[in-house]
């Protein structure tokens, strides 16, 4: 593989298209940091990441000052070795947010030079278990929304096909969430999926005793119902209900996963390529899952969680939330309530260069062609 000569740092803030709130915050804004890796043979890799409203900044000076220009120079296709060459260079601020989300925005552009330069879809060069997935949706399920809609919502998905539903949990009392989720439960039926979202919105015993409220609905999982982390608690909040327990979108490192397996946590995996890390470790927690006999259904980035989904066997669902319908020329495909994994080469996400341009690109933009250690 040929060195890395240039790295281009930019980075787009999108507004969601619907309000989305939960039980512990509003997600106005989504920023996106996008690094795009060009090699001495004049191959190009884009890759990104995103906050949701706070940060940004930090992440692109972080890329900016001390990531990109560490790049130069290196062997693009030893990613491992990039990998750990760059979360060692910035341990003094590992594990983290801001560091993860650095690191994933040129993971991701590493993989999808590999990829291309390969001439193989994400998903066939990471595994390639399955060509599609099954999807549920968030979308029509936070926790502002109105009974009467959530149950339109989660209609108007199974129509189409869909798995399942989430709903957002953590009304003031439990009787508000009980009542919200059996008027879905009632209109869907038994055979349509329910997952709840608490957003880490409970203490513990709180959480046993809205699971034990919410047994009989015969929900998917209850997701993030503690702070990410206390491990104890949800090893505790496990053992007390049969409903399983999902985490992930907050943990930011591979140990974090093993811990909450190892102690029976969680049932559900929702590791996020942007949270973790790149795709280099999410892949190590969807194997590590494998293991334990756990499915993976990763959190939002559901253009990009489809091939890494469908690169693994126990990749379960992905999470329709849609994030990048207008930085982007074809979306992504779904069939039937399934997500069809990307048969183009690289990562599959057609950038609109001029929508990018357009949704203010520039107002961060740097290019590094000199190493730095």
């Known amino acids: 593989m040929a060195k890395i000569e240039k790295v281009e740092l930019a980075m787009v803030d999108l507004v969601p298209k619907v309000k989305r709130t939960d039980a512990i915050q509003s997600f106005v804004s989504q920023e996106t940091p996008i690094v795009t890796v060009t090699d001495a043979d004049g191959a190009v890799g884009m890759g990104y ?18 990531l990109g220009p560490r790049l130069i120079g290196q062997d693009a296709d030893q990613i491992e070795a990039i990998w750990h060459d760059l979360e060692f ?27 291309k330069k390969q001439k193989l879809p994400l998903w066939k060069l990471a595994g390639g278990a399955k060509d599609r997935c099954p999807l549920y949706t968030t979308e029509g399920g936070w926790l502002h929304i109105e009974t009467q809609a959530l149950v339109a919502d989660a209609l108007a998905a199974k129509a189409k096909g869909f798995t399942g539903s989430k709903v957002k949990i953590g009304k003031p009392h439990g009787s508000e969430d009980f009542a919200r989720l059996s008027a879905v439960r009632k209109a869907v039926g038994d055979g349509y999926e329910i997952m709840t979202d608490c957003n880490q ?173």
């Not at 940004?56 to 900016?64: E, N, Q, T, W």
């Not at 496990?238 to 909450?260: D, N, Q």
């Not at 069939?335 to 990307?342: T, V």
Request: aromatic share 6%; net charge negative; glycine share 8%.
């Open 49 to 66: 990441s995103y906050t949701i409203g706070t940060g940004g900044s930090s992440v692109m000076r972080l890329l900016a000052d001390h």
């Open 89 to 115: 260079a910035t341990h003094a601020t590992t594990i983290g947010a801001i560091t993860a989300i650095a690191l994933a925005a040129i993971d991701t552009a590493l993989w999808d030079l590999r990829a």
């Open 201 to 373: 919105g409970f203490s513990v015993d709180e959480a046993i005793r809205r699971a034990e409220r919410l047994r009989d609905l015969d929900l998917a999982w209850i997701e993030e119902p503690l702070p990410a982390d206390d491990i104890d608690g949800h090893v505790r909040l496990s053992h007390s209900t049969a409903t399983p327990v999902a985490v992930g979108e907050s943990l930011y490192s591979i140990r974090h996963f093993r811990e909450y397996m190892q102690k029976g946590g969680c049932n559900i995996v929702q590791v996020d390529v942007g949270r973790l890390g790149g795709i280099t470790p999410w892949l190590k927690v969807a194997h590590m899952a494998e293991a334990f006999d756990m499915p993976i259904c990763p959190h939002f980035l559901m253009e990009l969680h489809v091939s890494l989904a469908c690169a693994v066997p126990n990749g379960k669902y992905v999470e329709y939330i849609p994030q990048l319908d207008e930085l982007t020329g074809n979306k992504m495909v779904i069939e039937n309530g399934h997500a069809l994994a990307p048969s183009e080469p690289g990562l599959g996400i057609d950038w609109d260069f001029d929508a990018l341009k357009a949704r203010g690109i520039a107002e961060f933009s740097v290019t590094v062609t000199e190493r730095r250690n």
